[in-house]
């Protein structure tokens, strides 16, 4: 399974920074989904849910209550006004 660096920021530190398979979120024009080899771009994220497939097909949700989300070549990068995990 192909894998990015996610990293999930928020003025508290960070609340991931490992490989990630997919990233599922809500930006400005609707739900988007993350995957590696994404064609790079930025935009607003929207307050919501956030999901990520972790390399071994677990999922963890968490919630950001909007931002920016960045994806590059080989790293995304979501930076939030805040970020919890719901677990």
Known sequence: M???LLTIASP???AFDEQAA????RGVEGELAVMA????FVTSVKAG???VELPDGTERVGYADGGILSVGKDR???LAGSFR???
Not at 22 to 25: A, E, I, S, W
Not at 37 to 40: E, F, K, R
């Open 85 to 87: 995990w719901k677990e």
């Open 12 to 14: 508290d530190g960070n």
């Open 76 to 78: 995304v990068t979501l």
């Open 2 to 4: 192909n894998t990015f």
């Open 37 to 40: 080899g994404h064609v790079p």
């Open 49 to 51: 849910d956030c999901t």
């Open 22 to 25: 997919t990233l599922t979120l």
